[in-house]
């Protein structure tokens, strides 16, 4: 029964927040020796160009957040990223299941090196669910800009294609991992990668097309 009621008021606290006019983000900081704040200009830059390019109404600056504070229920939309080792702990776990069960939606970006620790993490945050790989027909490849071959590639690694797996909720996706891709490196300031800006633009309308799924479904 508490649990139930824990899910109420954090349901209720993110409808809120879809609700009203100026919205925040959040860069998730975990555990484990990873390096979670990888890509410090990404989520700014991402702001700037949906708040300019879509006409949102987000604020400018992110914020940073813990994986197992209630904290995470003030933010709709939350982005996690890094190169390196993942740890949650399993009062972390059920935080952030209930906050993704609850109405949140979180985007991991894998930076390289990151999936083989965080890939586990994620297939124990909801029960019955499991990462699956998003068809190029889901609607986040068509909010606002079109990718009919997926999530595209950034940067090339391993010389693998670029993949975009999903947990579902309900039918409902509230998870969004983008692998071999580097979506955040593409956000990041141009100067940080010198990526030739059509590469950026592509990164920047697909992270737009997940802010717009997020707040039209």
Not at 83 to 109: C, I, P, R, T, W
Not at 150 to 175: S, T
Not at 189 to 197: A, F, R, T
Request: proline share 5%; with cysteine; net charge negative.
């Amino acid at each position: 029964m508490k649990n139930l009621v824990s899910i109420i008021y954090a349901l209720i606290a993110i409808v809120g927040l879809h609700a009203q006019g100026n919205i925040q983000l959040a860069l998730l900081k975990y555990n484990g020796g990873g390096d979670w704040y990888a890509n410090p200009s990404s989520l700014p830059n991402l702001i700037a160009y949906c708040n300019e390019e879509l006409n949102m109404n987000i604020d400018p600056e992110p914020v940073t957040v813990e994986v197992g504070s209630p904290d995470i229920f003030n933010y709709p939309f939350i982005h996690m990223t890094g190169h390196g080792n993942v740890v949650f702990s399993a009062q972390e776990k059920d935080n952030l299941s209930m906050y993704l069960k609850a109405g949140g939606f979180l985007h991991v970006d894998d930076n390289y090196g990151m999936d083989q620790y965080i890939r586990p993490q994620l297939n124990q945050l909801i029960t019955g669910s499991s990462l699956v790989e998003l068809p190029f027909n889901h609607e986040i490849y068509k909010t606002y800009f079109t990718f009919s071959n997926g999530v595209p590639k950034i940067h090339e690694h391993d010389d693998n294609l670029p993949k975009a797996y999903g947990l579902f909720y309900d039918g409902r996706l509230v998870l969004l991992y983008t692998y071999e891709s580097d979506l955040g490196d593409g956000w990041e300031d141009s100067s940080v990668h010198n990526d030739p800006e059509e590469i950026r633009q592509l990164a920047l309308k697909m992270g737009a097309n997940m802010l717009k799924y997020v707040f039209s479904y």
